[in-house]
């Protein structure tokens, strides 16, 4: 895989040089710039993100700063630091597929800079988050539930947005940048490099990075296959007229190959690109405040296959020795005719699966009185093509084309209400029409998405206390791993899948409350939901045709009917002036009413106990994660990636960090993960699979003890 590492390589090294002989880039930095002016101490490594920015509602996070366990490689691995968040494993030490209280896939709405990038892999080896490098985003910012229609096909169970901030700069400041190198265990070296230049009024700006890793073992000294090595590069080129307008191009490149422990094949590709157009004109009159807009494009070009970063099984072909020379095998003939031979071959296989994506929004944000009101329109465009290769048996192979084609056009309003200076109303509405073209079946299929939100949020100053609660309606149409994935749909013919399933449709009520009273902090944010016609994966055997082709244990789709309910909740305690700690806890409960089951592939209750040690120059943190047994399975039944097999064991794993102020700009993280070597298992887990020595009977293991050491320079 061809990789700019004239680009990484180097940057151990450089970040090393300089930290010594560059410390003044710093210091005017800090100097300069105001935001960073109490930026003195050295950063706290990030354990568990609590949700105080917006009443518990929407959580930001900056992933710029080390996490722990070891600082993340995608997006769903920084994800799993936010309390509410886990994620299905593949196997892979990269490249999981998160899941946010109990709920998975295209019901969390997954954007970069305010547009959608969506995978190709009809198993979602390559999800959303895969193509995420969260080092090059400014901020996280989560939105729970449904509470925002801002976005297209929003999102039931959460919206993620990874943002970038427009550079600024000034007469006197032309250049900003940071970089970091993290090495780590089982060969994991991580580079990132971000670089920014320019004047008042254009900039250019860079964000590069490289990761790679060995496969780990787990706490039993078992190597468990899961390498990885990826790359990122996004250039951005920015114009600011004036103070009130901003125009910005980006594009941006990305490739990457994966093994995985519990997967038939590896991903032996994962390319990106990207283009984007993006502008914002503000204090347009007294009353509109802003307009917005922005046109985005991503292809990702995704290759698995089982013979790249494995070896291939083999298998035996029965061979007519007259065709010898045709097949191309290299049969003699010396054989009759109508002899038939036998021999072992590589069973080599792979898929390519590409998809486009083509995202437009344009918003309009008004403010007159008590009122602020966005409006907007938007659109997606996306096609998704690819082909299988069967180097065995030629004879079975499909070519490149394309299976469907997916549009939407939604328009939205959301207002606020300034009731009074203690409390807000705030509500919004969107309609999406959506179009879904199946083009080997010949059939289409329409479908009018109604959503809405009303919430009431309320602040009280004297008591540091904020509450809100808010209703959300959300529809959503099943998404193409729901349509072309499965085997079938209601009626159970293997055709109908694709107008067989009914839209999913989410009432949920959402609330929290946020308190702090001297040393002592504390939040909660709850949710219940009804879900009419959820959008449920049954395994089981499915019959491949004909031609002894033989069957597959694959999914199939249904709707039934579910009730969902959870929180999270944290409570912190500042002990003295340098030592502070906070707990925080997870659970999320969803039921089957159709058949009075439990609802699979939810996380089972989870803490985390966070406790900090904080200097001028220096920080220590211990991490302990604490995670209950689930009994609440359904058997067989899951998504598209995986599916419940047994109950699952409970765990828990400590973890210590540390962090150094070197100087201005510069500082040293350390870690230990699972300090104590323990194996466990996550409940969220596939099976092993054969193709890589592990047994298919059983899950494997999570990384055993893991050290990592992480250095920054912001200059």
Not at 52 to 64: E, Q, T
Not at 326 to 355: E, H
Not at 446 to 474: C, M
Not at 504 to 533: I, N, P, R
Request: charged letters at 20%; a negative charge.
């Amino acid at each position: 895989m061809a990789q700019p590492r004239f680009l990484l390589q180097p940057l151990a090294a450089a970040i090393c040089i300089a930290c010594y002989s560059l410390p003044s880039f710093a210091e005017e930095m800090h100097a300069e710039t105001e935001s960073r002016t109490v930026q003195t101490l050295a950063p706290i490594v990030a354990t568990a993100h609590q949700g105080n920015d917006a009443n518990g509602l929407i959580v930001h996070a900056d992933p710029k700063q080390p996490i722990q366990p070891i600082p993340a490689t995608d997006g769903a691995d920084y994800l799993k630091s936010i309390v509410g968040f886990n994620a299905v494993k593949s196997g892979a030490g990269t490249n999981g597929d998160v899941t946010f209280r109990g709920m998975f896939g295209s019901r969390i709405k997954i954007l970069t800079d305010g547009s959608e990038s969506l995978g190709a892999c009809p198993s979602r080896m390559d999800a959303p988050t895969s193509y995420i490098s969260p080092e090059s985003y400014d901020r996280i910012s989560v939105i729970k539930g449904p509470q925002t229609v801002q976005y297209a096909n929003t999102g039931s169970a959460a919206t993620v947005i990874f943002e970038r901030k427009p550079e600024q700069f000034t007469e006197d400041q032309h250049y900003r940048g940071q970089a970091s190198v993290l090495l780590g265990s089982f060969g994991r070296f991580d580079q990132n490099v971000e670089a920014a230049i320019g004047d008042e009024h254009k900039y250019l700006r860079i964000n590069t990075n490289r990761s790679t890793s060995n496969s780990y073992q787990d706490g039993n000294g078992l190597t468990v296959p899961s390498s990885w090595e990826r790359w990122n590069a996004d250039l951005a080129l920015g114009w600011t007229p004036n103070e009130n307008t901003w125009f910005e191009l980006t594009g941006g490149k990305a490739d990457g190959e994966a093994d995985y422990a519990g997967r038939s094949m590896d991903g032996s590709q994962f390319a990106r690109e990207s283009l984007g157009l993006r502008f914002e004109k503000k204090n347009i009159t007294e009353v509109i405040k802003k307009i917005e807009g922005q046109v985005n494009y991503s292809y990702n070009d995704h290759i698995m296959d089982n013979f790249s970063l494995r070896t291939p099984p083999m298998t035996e072909m029965n061979m007519d020795s007259g065709m010898g020379s045709d097949s191309g095998m290299g049969m003699g003939s010396g054989m009759g005719m109508g002899s038939m031979s036998s021999m072992l071959v590589p069973n080599k296989k792979s898929m390519q699966v590409t998809r486009r994506t083509l995202n437009s929004r344009l918003a309009m944000t008004m403010e007159w009185d008590k009122f602020s009101l966005v409006t907007g329109l938007d659109s997606q465009f996306n096609k998704h093509g690819g082909d299988m290769k069967m180097y065995a048996m030629p004879s079975m192979s499909t070519p490149y084309a394309l299976n469907m084609k997916f549009q939407s056009y939604g328009g939205f309003g959301e207002l606020t209400y300034n009731i009074n200076d203690n409390y807000k109303l705030v509500t919004g509405a969107r309609i999406d029409q959506v179009k879904i073209d199946a083009l080997k079946l010949n059939k289409d299929r329409n479908e009018t998405l109604p959503s809405g939100f009303i919430r009431l949020e309320n602040q009280h100053p004297d008591h540091n206390a904020k509450t809100y609660i808010g209703l959300g309606y959300v529809e959503r149409v099943p998404d193409y791993w729901e349509l072309f994935s499965t085997a079938h749909g209601n009626t159970g013919m293997p055709v109908p899948t694709f107008n067989d399933l009914d839209t999913e449709k989410t009432l949920q009520l959402d609330f929290g409350y946020q308190h702090e009273h001297g040393a002592l902090s504390s939040w909660v944010s709850g949710y219940a939901g009804l879900v009419k016609d959820f959008i449920l994966m049954s395994y089981h055997n499915h019959d491949m045709g004909g031609m002894n082709h033989g069957s597959s244990f694959s999914a199939g789709a249904k709707n039934v009917d579910a009730t969902i309910a959870g929180a999270e909740a944290g409570v912190g305690y500042q002990f003295t002036e340098h030592l502070q700690a906070d707990v925080s806890a997870m659970y999320a409960w969803g039921k089957n009413t159709s058949n009075d089951t439990p609802l699979p592939q939810i996380s089972p209750l989870e803490g985390r106990v966070n406790l900090r040690y904080i200097q001028d120059k220096y920080t220590l943190g211990a991490y302990w994660r604490v995670v209950a047994k689930q009994n609440r399975v359904a058997l067989n039944q899951g998504n598209i990636v995986g599916y419940d097999l047994k109950e699952s064991a409970g765990f828990g794993t400590l973890s210590l960090n540390g962090t150094y102020h070197i100087h201005e700009g510069v500082d040293l993280s350390v870690g230990i993960d699972n300090v104590f070597d323990k194996a466990y298992t996550e409940h969220l887990n596939k099976l092993g699979d054969a193709g890589t020595g592990l047994s298919a009977k059983e899950q494997f293991n999570n990384i055993g003890r893991n050290y990592w050491a992480r250095i920054s320079m912001k200059f």
